[in-house]
């Protein structure tokens, strides 16, 4: 019994130890900041591996979510006779909601997880102690710029994803099942907010970012240095992310739109 | 690793397609025609029942929106709503025996207040109220009243059957 209850203190430790060192880690990181104003190329090319890539799946997940959601949303419309209203259901779910999760759950997977096996790599193959002998911080010059690149890329990723979205609500809803081309978008104008819906979508997806990108350096920066511990930690990553995507959203949602 | 020229190449286009995405939501999908911040001016109204109006909710001259509902208070005193109104200064000059009442758009629509201008010389002001006020329309009120109007009559005309039979 005793032994049980120093276990669970035990771990109960080892999670505050590695939430302190995560704190840490990320104040280290901002304080790299500054630095890769004098390197841009460094951001670039992370942009490139963590956004660029991740262009296709996002595109492609956007486009179908857009037209379930424009093919559901007509069928249940269509049975009150307000099948007009499509172009509000899709546009406020996608912007709201769908845009902003879904792209940092697909980013979790397709970026974040690479982020952290090549981080984790870099530590196992001992590159990050290479480059402490040679007196570069790893934590400046590995983990800034691609925490940056990260935080950049989430929310241009959710933005793309929302907007085509809409338009795959567009194509289901007005090509193939005949809704009004002019009320689809009037209506999505008179009912989508500026300031209440689409920005609060943008800062949806900049705090999914900020936290996605941040489990995935950390955990790859704290992984065991061994085959098996990158393995783990990239698993982490994912798992960690969705749960802390999906747990922020309803915070976020209760604040910004549970009047 | 791509050649660094054609990675930037790829970058900024990311960036560009991105914004452009926010533009898109911005411009096409939101109602940012409808979020001027132009110069407004203050009405009030009390109503004994404002029903489902909420801030934010619309103020309509004719079907044209003029401007938004600021504040929802309740006057204790005289136990009536206050509905504070912005409207836009281009549409200053309403007569002071305007009126305003609650409707709701549709059947099941949102609620908004409609203004209809009366014959008066006077005019009014920044921070003038309006007197004439119609409450919104409650859809249970209406039926309930409707039902016990049904049941009052069902039960004059059972009384005068029984009388007949009687």
């Not at chain 1, 980013?107 to 790599?121: P, V």
């Not at chain 1, 040679?134 to 710029?145: F, G, Q, S, T």
């Not at chain 1, 907010?193 to 979508?201: M, R």
């Not at chain 1, 949806?204 to 085959?227: M, N, Q, R």
Request: charged share 15%; aromatic share 10%.
């Amino acid at each position: 019994m005793l032994e049980w209850i120093r276990k669970l203190g035990r771990s109960g430790i080892g999670q505050f130890q590695k939430l302190g060192r995560a704190n840490l880690f990320l104040l280290n990181t901002l304080v790299g900041f500054p630095g890769l104003l004098r390197r841009p190329g460094l951001v670039v090319a992370q942009l490139w591996s963590v956004g660029v890539l991740s262009l296709m799946i996002i595109l492609v997940s956007g486009l179908f979510v857009g037209m379930v959601l424009g093919l559901q949303g007509y069928n249940t419309l269509v049975d009150f006779g307000a099948e007009e209203s499509l172009g509000v259901a899709v546009a406020l779910s996608i912007v709201r909601e769908l845009g902003p999760v879904v792209t940092a759950l697909l980013f979790a997977g397709r970026a974040g997880s690479a982020l952290s096996a090549e981080i984790g790599l870099m530590k196992a193959t001992e590159q990050l102690s290479g480059m402490e002998m040679m007196a570069v911080d790893p934590i400046h010059r590995v983990i800034a710029p691609r925490f940056l690149a990260g935080f950049i890329s989430m929310p241009l990723l959710a933005a793309i994803f929302s907007a085509v979205g809409i338009y795959g609500g567009y194509f289901v809803g007005v090509g193939l099942l005949g809704v009004d081309d002019g009320a689809y978008w009037s209506q999505m104008q008179a009912k989508v907010d500026l300031y209440d819906d689409v920005f609060n979508g943008v800062i949806k997806s900049l705090v999914f970012g900020w936290v996605v990108t941040w489990i995935a350096v950390f955990e790859g920066y704290d992984a065991v240095p061994t085959s098996e511990g990158v393995s783990r930690a990239t698993t982490r990553t994912v798992v960690y992310s969705a749960f802390a995507v999906l747990g922020l959203d309803f915070v976020l949602t209760a604040l910004m739109f549970g009047d | 690793m791509k050649s660094s020229k054609t990675t930037e190449l790829m970058v900024g286009m990311f960036i560009a397609a991105g914004t452009a995405a926010l533009f898109v939501l911005a411009m096409r999908v939101s109602n940012l025609s409808s979020f001027d911040t132009g110069d407004t001016y203050r009405l009030t109204a009390r109503f004994e029942n404002i029903g489902g109006l909420k801030v934010r909710s619309a103020v309509t001259v004719g079907g044209v929106r003029v401007g938004r509902v600021s504040a929802i208070d309740y006057d204790i005193r005289h136990f009536q709503a206050v509905v504070t109104m912005d409207v836009e200064n281009k549409y200053m000059g309403f007569p002071d025996d305007t009126a305003a009442s609650i409707y709701t758009a549709g059947l099941l629509g949102e609620q908004y207040v409609s203004l209809e201008p009366g014959g008066s010389e006077e005019l009014l002001k920044n921070g003038s109220q309006i007197e004439l006020t119609q409450s919104a329309l409650v859809l249970e009120k209406l039926v309930s009243k409707f039902l016990f109007d049904k049941a009052a009559e069902g039960g004059e005309k059972k009384g005068d059957q029984q009388g007949d039979k009687q």
